[in-house]
């Protein structure tokens, strides 16, 4: 008997988790085990809501996969505790799982959606008419364990790339010392600190500063390598993440960030890039500025890499294969069988060994001014960057996209 | 007798400002008049210093064109009033100018150039053996008056088109109450915020609010504008100039700069976006973003529009005719023929009726409410932004750019 299948996506954007919904959606019209393909709008939300499209008309892959962000739309929502399996919302993702006749759960998502993935498929276990619950991996920040890398990093490691070969146009223009900093993503890992620096890996001398968090940060350091570079260059480029940490563990900024109130008497939540752009004005005094990539770096559809899209649309297929063979609560993941040539194959992990853990830069990696530690970083990422998407555009001229509404 | 061209880049970087520079050595090269051709390192502050490139053997153009901010490198310097003809400045560039026997001075830049284009032909009036010197207008800006549009402002355009289109898809994702403000350039103009606007022009429901300096802002406004927003879609967007001001022409947050501080007794020099999105926090409560667009909107050279690169470089060629003509102290400058198909000419005009002006949004466009309005603004800008620009890849599959060091 042909069952259907829901897929949904939660979490944060990448400009390729709509690779991934199209190649489930793919899989899924081939299938002649599966029936009809569903699609719930915001994630679990929409499963428990009862908020379903129907996607088995729907072929318009390649347009789909140049979408950012989530045609679905997204959610962040966490489950209650599996010790409560007769919750409401568990009840209400039965309804919605029999009335559909769901046999295939897709969940296309980051840490905490692999969370949801795992409570689903340990609730469901033993229920006979219950779907195989699978969790479809995408991040921008890189960080989910026992996969080489995951579908979204590569577009938003293009994007940093390419955008920070341009900024070191932008700011090499004027003789006068200057500092600029870049705050990029990533709260607890450097993965996307480290494609930020590429256009210095790749053999050029920008930018100056690399910081990634699982380094511990030290203002002080930070200033003399200011200073270090101002006698080679009158630009100086830093690029540091979001989430630095001192020696004690506590985030730089935070005592300035607590400090400082504006006119309604609320702190100013600026970001570690404001933060050294005032140390450097204090301690140094020359021009310096401040640059937050912010959303941009994750929904850059427009430079999405083509690998990235790619692996992600397989790992789409791959997921509709894992929930058919019924290995609920398992994770999709990407190993790495050679770097030259780069080849991949796909597996499925434990999503218990994944959920609510972390991958960090390897300290063996720490020592970024190491040229032996820069080839491997180049040899890790450039192939996730390689190749640009087609784009589609309207009778505007625009970029053209898919939405689900 | 053939005698040398001298051409210079100065003010602020953007996407298409090295296609006028391909134009103009393009045009030199071809040219039986001129002999060699020289440029002048960051600015009219190289000619005084006698820091000269020689660029008479180079011709990779496409690549130069597809180069964002300047090769030559820019600067920011006001000469001496022309009262002072005798200032060491003058005697200095007299000595470049003499040295290097230049007949044709190019000065690429925007309106604080075209004051150093009015001082340098106004000196050199009646000297026998001095330079033509010629303004190429380029700016982001689009705000010098007595041209139709200025090289660089559409390829700032495309960018700001095809990121708000991508920050669209980025904020619909959750079905929460919240609300981004994305700041843009502009001082004074508003041209710029209006491209970004351009999504909801050709007919999107997106960004919901748009402001530009030419309009009196208000506080009250604003907020009320969020409300109605809020009840047509949980995701707000709003548009706004950098330099938006209220009925008395002060700056939108110049107060909240003015009375905030952090811990070493800086006042924080947080923009117009920030300061609006600590307004929505404190009188509306959900949640907001604000994101600057910063470096990026100037530098992109990966999203350039073909049609502007074309025609910075048409007009870095009319520069090199202009200047052979002996038209000093003339600017080129575009008219528009038609729009259906767009057609072009371009023209010379007096830089003394251009230099240390600005060219506004007209009060005809200000109600960017008005369908009639939004339909006139999309016939100006978008056949400005039509059109890819191949890119150059180096071996790592990064963009590869021309400087001349």
């Known amino acids: 008997m042909k069952r259907n299948l829901l897929v949904a996506q939660s979490g944060g954007p990448s400009a390729a988790i709509n690779a991934t919904l199209a190649g489930v959606i793919a899989a899924a019209r081939k299938s002649d085990k599966i029936g009809r393909v569903y699609g719930a709008k915001h994630g679990i939300e929409g499963v428990i809501k009862g908020l379903l499209v129907d996607l088995s008309g729907f072929t318009d892959y390649e347009k789909l ?29 039965r309804d919605t799982m029999r009335k ?34 699978v969790g ?50 990533g709260r607890n890992a450097g993965w996307l600190t480290l494609a930020a620096a590429l256009p210095r890996f790749v053999g050029g001398s920008k930018p100056d500063i690399i910081a990634i968090p699982e380094v511990p940060f030290s203002e002080e ?122 080849a991949i194959r796909l597996k499925t992990v434990e999503v218990a060994d994944v959920a609510n853990k972390e991958q960090l830069v390897p300290e063996k990696w720490w020592d970024l001014d190491d040229p032996g530690v820069q080839a491997e970083i180049c040899q890790y990422i450039l192939p996730l960057i390689k190749g640009e998407v087609p784009q589609f555009k309207n009778e505007f001229g625009l970029n053209d996209y898919v939405i689900f509404e």
Do not use: W
């Open 136 to 185: 479809v991996p995408k991040t921008i920040d890189n960080d989910l364990p026992f996969t080489d890398h995951t579908p979204g990093y590569g577009s938003a490691a293009k994007y940093l790339a390419v955008t920070i070969g341009e900024i070191i146009r932008d700011t090499a223009i004027y003789a006068v010392p200057a500092v600029t900093i870049v705050e990029v993503m």
């Open 221 to 342: 350091e930070f200033l003399q390598k200011v200073r270090d570079a101002h006698k080679r260059s009158p630009n100086v480029l830093a690029v540091v993440s979001e989430g630095l940490r001192d020696s004690n563990g506590e985030y730089v900024g935070a005592h300035t960030k607590s400090g400082a109130v504006d006119i309604f008497g609320h702190s100013y939540l600026s970001g570690v890039g404001k933060h050294l752009e005032h140390l450097v004005k204090q301690e140094i005094g020359c021009k310096v500025r401040s640059i937050e990539l912010n959303l941009m770096q994750r929904c850059s559809a427009h430079l999405a890499s083509f690998q990235d899209l790619e692996e992600g649309f397989a790992i789409g297929k791959e997921g509709v294969a894992a929930a058919l063979r019924r290995e609920s609560g398992k994770m999709i993941a990407v190993e790495r069988i050679s770097n030259n040539p780069y």
């Open 65 to 93: 996969k140049a979408t950012p962000a989530m045609a679905l739309g997204s959610c962040r929502y966490k489950l209650p505790p599996i010790t409560q399996p007769g919750a409401e919302d568990y009840v209400k993702i």
């Open 100 to 133: 559909y006749e769901i046999g295939s759960f897709l969940y296309i998502g980051g840490n905490d959606s692999m969370d949801t993935v795992g409570k689903l498929s340990a609730i469901f276990a033993g229920e006979a008419d219950a779907p195989a619950v």
